[in-house]
């Protein structure tokens, strides 16, 4: 392999590199792709339709596959085998989600493909707190258009030019499945407070497309999908990529550092082989980092050189900084109203099918934090699990008939309402390398800096009051305990699973890490393609703006590589 | 495991309904174990042997998964006793079928034998009300036996009472994963379709209905 020439290595083969991947070799150029986790392949390996009776423990979530039995994530969660990271002392907990295998999170991932609006690209225009993008809604636009077309999504509505909440131009999206009945049901409260209603856009085949299996509308997507109707890296963009014949994957590579000349230039990577324990060079004539944003953050920060002694592209300490999640809370309801309905098939196409977007922007100063959040709400007559006896009351002691037709009735009652709220980046959160902790292999892991915000904190318990109004007006009942409180009520750092931010991209070497187009400012054929180059995080979950930027940068690279430039 | 209820409802002794494979596997672990017919397998008493308490790792296979690898931690006594108390909370009805039909108790042995947090933190309370209850049902008469059982719903012992609850929950979850449970509850999904057409009518009027009825 060393002996072979590569005009790009890509790092990572998720969201940002599987991208990257397909509109380069698409593009002529040559590719190698290096992947830490093991190779996967969808078709064989996603286990649809079994049931959780065939599961040990009945599917539930153990140590070992964190989000159940049948999640498609191998080898990681929260904790990856011989890998472990560190937070450090007086942070708030923040935890990381990584997976080990070929496609990454988007294996898992939970579909929901919201575009960021113009004012999430200048947020410091809005309102003087964060940062702007050095590129706008305009910039980004199209690139959201093709990457729609491309990996199929759901939710084509009649325009309704909604406050950064756009509407994607006709032909972009597929018709969602009509509202279930829980989703029909909540609908009337949320109407009733003014508050819209609006179909989701899901990463999934919910019509006809070329070259694309429909929807199936059974068996949950966070499985992954066999047929290839949902987006995932894996079955959408590395088949294509690799019939173009210019491009080679090798897994189990696990990159640790970016190779650098004398002349200040990548010649191309290092990595371990996860099973071998051998360490290997690779070559190439530019290095696309796409490991996610912790992992490409440590890559350069453990790629040091005379020039660089604090780690690749950080001479102004920002490597590893504006390291963002999205806020999440969330309120059960039980609903006597959905008891003793007649059986109906709430299987769906996978993501919700309708959402409720941020409502608040025009009201934001009154409201006491600055930026805003969309809703959640899931619910239904989904396909039974071992929670099932919460569905009844805190004192039910029944058992017999009596207990069967509690559940019977009761069962498609619940409904749960989560909020997915921006973060605005600050000093306390953030990565660097551990001084003293290293993996297997002995390379220095990350070590995280969590403290939520004001903004944040009020924007939870904010939540929680929308979520307890809604249950109230539907006659429902909060399930558990609900906290109120701000800080008690929000998640961790890192649980969302949208951590982004922490070699952003600005508009001089000063501000940022990397430009527009995720090239580094620092080494010129460097290039970052993942979420680590966002700027802000916005309430809309990341991936499908990752993908965009990724085909917007990729694009650029290929050419730099057309004018030589490389 | 079957989800097929076999018939008529057993009024003996309960028997695993592990499969064949599984039970050999686990011979020399558990015990010496005699097949005695298609899917059924009755075990002997402990005869000692290195216990698996590994868990099923972090990259099990998917499509086919593989039974439990962990040694099961039931004695006989705690096994029958659990298949008392499972099938007086789900009893089989002239529809469905009792919780021992559908192997629910080999379930929780699964269950409070597995390797991970949450259900080591089960296995104490779980063993120890089942240890508890067998004086009370295992050589009872019916009437003595109804009565212990019975007795669970209403203790004021916070311990009973949180075995009772705890159990319940397990059986109540493992049941209704089944697909005889998906049946009794009225789940119709896990099918393929060419499309989803969205609630029936009849579904679409009876939401309205408590809508109307909320002012909504």
């Given amino acids: 392999m060393a002996t072979d020439t590569y005009d790009v290595i890509i790092v990572g083969s998720g969201a940002g590199g599987g991208m990257s991947a397909y509109h380069l070799t698409r593009s002529g150029l040559r590719v190698l792709m290096l992947e830490a986790g093991r190779d996967y392949d969808p078709t064989t390996e996603t286990p649809m339709f079994n049931t959780n009776a065939e599961a040990p423990l009945r599917g539930v979530g153990t140590p070992d596959k964190p989000f159940g039995f049948y999640d498609a994530t191998v080898d990681g969660g929260w904790e990856v085998p011989n890998e472990p990271y560190t937070v450090a002392p007086g942070s708030e907990p923040f935890i990381w989600w990584r997976p080990r295998m070929l496609g990454g999170r988007t294996n898992h991932w939970g579909r929901i493909a919201l575009r960021f609006g113009p004012l999430d690209f200048k947020p410091y225009s809005r309102d003087g707190l964060g940062y702007d993008w050095p590129i706008t809604y305009d910039d980004v636009a199209p690139w959201y258009d093709k990457t729609e077309k491309l990996i199929g999504v759901s939710g084509a509505a009649a325009a309704r030019n909604l406050l950064n909440t756009p509407d994607s131009p006709p032909g972009c999206l597929m018709p969602s499945a009509p509202p279930r009945a829980f989703e029909i049901f909540y609908e009337r409260a949320f109407r009733k407070m003014g508050i819209p209603v609006i179909p989701m856009h899901g990463a999934v085949v919910t019509g006809q497309m070329e070259g694309r299996n429909t929807c199936l509308f059974a068996t949950p997507c966070g499985r992954g999908c066999a047929i290839g109707a949902n987006f995932q890296s894996t079955t959408v963009l590395l088949p294509p990529a690799m019939a173009t014949g210019n491009l080679a994957i090798r897994t189990d590579a696990l990159v640790y550092q970016v190779d650098m000349n004398k002349a200040g230039r990548a010649t191309g990577v290092s990595f371990v082989d996860r099973k071998t324990g051998e360490h290997h060079s690779v070559a190439a004539k530019s290095v696309v980092l796409a490991a996610g944003s912790g992992e490409t953050a440590r890559i350069l920060l453990n790629s040091k050189t005379a020039a660089f002694p604090d780690g690749l592209c950080n001479t102004h300490g920002m490597v590893g900084r504006y390291l963002m999640d999205s806020v999440g809370t969330g309120v059960t309801g039980q609903f006597p109203s959905m008891e003793g309905l007649p059986p109906t098939n709430d299987d769906g196409q996978g993501t919700q099918h309708t959402y409720v977007p941020w409502w608040g922007y025009e009201k934001q100063k009154a409201l006491g934090f600055a930026r805003g959040y969309h809703i959640e709400i899931g619910g239904g007559r989904h396909m039974p699990s071992m929670g099932m006896a919460g569905l009844l009351d805190k004192g039910d002691v029944s058992v017999g008939d009596d207990l069967r037709a509690k559940l019977r009735d009761r069962f498609g009652s619940m409904i749960g309402f989560d909020g997915r709220g921006e973060m605005i980046p600050n000093d306390d959160c953030y990565c660097e390398i551990d001084p003293v902790a290293k993996d297997k292999w002995g390379i220095p892991v990350l070590r995280f800096h969590w403290k939520w915000g004001e903004h944040e904190t009020n924007q939870a318990a904010h939540a929680v009051k929308t979520f307890l109004e809604v249950i109230d007006k539907l006659g429902g009942k909060p399930q558990g305990k609900v906290e109120t409180e701000g800080h008690r009520a929000i998640s961790k750092g890192g649980e969302m699973i949208h951590e982004i931010g922490t070699a952003r991209m600005g508009h001089n070497d000063k501000d940022s890490v990397v430009d527009q187009y995720g090239k580094s400012w620092a080494v010129p054929n460097l290039f970052i393609m993942d979420g680590a180059t966002m700027v802000s995080s916005p309430d809309k979950n990341p991936t499908l703006s990752i993908l965009a930027l990724a085909w917007r940068s990729a694009d650029n690279l290929a050419n730099l590589a057309k004018q030589g430039a490389l | ?216």
């Fill in chain 2, 1 to 216: 495991m079957s989800d097929q209820a076999p018939t008529p409802p057993e009024t003996g002794p309960y028997v695993s309904k592990v499969d064949r494979r599984t039970a050999l596997a686990w011979i020399g672990v558990v015990g010496a174990a005699t097949a005695v017919g298609a899917g059924v397998v009755v075990y002997g008493p402990k005869t000692g042997g290195d216990k698996i308490t590994r868990g099923y790792g972090t990259d099990p296979k998917l499509t086919k998964p593989e039974k439990a690898p962990w040694s099961r931690i039931m004695t006989d006594g705690q096994l029958q006793t659990a298949a008392i108390l499972a099938d007086f909370i789900l009893p089989a009805t002239a529809t469905a079928p009792s919780a021992t039909q559908l192997g629910i108790p080999d379930f929780l042995d699964e269950w409070v034998s597995a390797p991970y947090p949450d259900q080591i933190k089960d296995r104490g309370a779980i063993m120890n009300g089942l240890n508890a209850l067998s004086v009370h049902v295992l050589k009872a008469d019916a009437g003595a036996r109804t009565a212990a059982l019975t007795a669970l719903q209403t203790s004021k012992d916070e311990a009973t009472h949180k075995f009772f609850r705890r159990f319940r929950s397990l059986t109540v979850g493992a049941y209704y994963t089944t697909e005889a449970g998906f049946k009794d509850i009225g789940y119709i999904g896990n099918v393929p379709r060419a499309s989803d057409p969205g609630p029936s009518a009849e579904v679409k009027a009876a939401i309205e209905s408590e809508l109307a009825k909320l002012g909504l």
